[in-house]
Structure formats: structure tokens, C-alpha cells
Nanobody
Framework: QVQLVESGGGLVQPGGSLRLSCAAS????????MGWYRQAPGKQRELVAA???????DYANSVKGRFTISRGNAKNPVYLQMNSLKPEDTAGYYC?????????WGQGTQVTVSS
């Protein structure tokens, strides 16, 4: 079993930026897709951004033009650059890495956007 650990969250003012990272406990191969999800208190978890092994990306409408998902390497497979952050972006952010026979999730990192 692989553990994923997110990092890079924190408190930022509106308009600020953060870069989230996702580190794996061991190298992951044959990745089919990766994604970042978020969950705010009292709300369902939602997809923020996703990227396939071929590089195709998809974003939630609310973050298009502000967030960028990118691929890394086998130990740090995915990143999320978040710019122009808004208070409504406040949530726990979770990385997901999926292959044909696995589906790994991290424990989340908190992002709080507030002045």
C-alpha cells in the first residue's frame, strides 16, 4: 500500500498563491490519472483538477484560469499551483493517484484564504 502526503497548504490572504505537493511513500508507476479534490466543512468533496497520463487536464469551473495541475515524478506525482485565491477556496485539499489496480488518497492539507 502506498501512502500519499500532501503539503503546501496554509493560511493565505485573498489574491495570494499556494503550491500544493503530493509525496508518495514509494515510487508509483503505471499511473492513469491524478487529481486534486477539496472538501469544505458541511460540503461534499469535489474535484478541483485532474490530469491523465497523457497530459489531458480538467478543471472545476470555479478554478479555471487560476489553478494549474501538473505532473511530477514517480515519488512526487502531482502538484497544484493555486493563484488568485479566494475565500471560497478554503477547504481541505486531497490528492488522488489512480491506476488500473490501485486508487490512492492522501490525508489532506488545509488551505485557508482569509484576510
Amino acid at each position: 500500500q502506498v501512502q500519499l502526503v500532501e503539503s503546501g497548504g496554509g493560511l493565505v490572504q485573498p489574491g495570494g498563491s499556494l503550491r500544493l505537493s503530493c509525496a508518495a511513500s514509494r515510487s508509483i508507476f503505471s499511473i492513469r490519472a491524478m487529481g486534486w479534490y477539496r472538501q469544505a466543512p458541511g460540503k461534499q468533496r469535489e474535484l478541483v483538477a485532474a490530469i491523465t497520463s497523457s497530459g489531458n487536464t480538467d478543471y472545476a469551473n470555479s478554478v479555471k484560469g487560476r489553478f494549474t495541475i501538473s505532473r511530477g515524478n514517480a515519488k512526487n506525482p502531482v502538484y497544484l499551483q493555486m493563484n488568485s485565491l479566494k475565500p471560497e477556496d478554503t477547504a481541505g485539499y486531497y490528492c488522488n493517484v489512480a491506476g488500473l489496480s490501485y486508487d490512492y488518497w492522501g490525508q489532506g492539507t488545509q488551505v485557508t484564504v482569509s484576510s
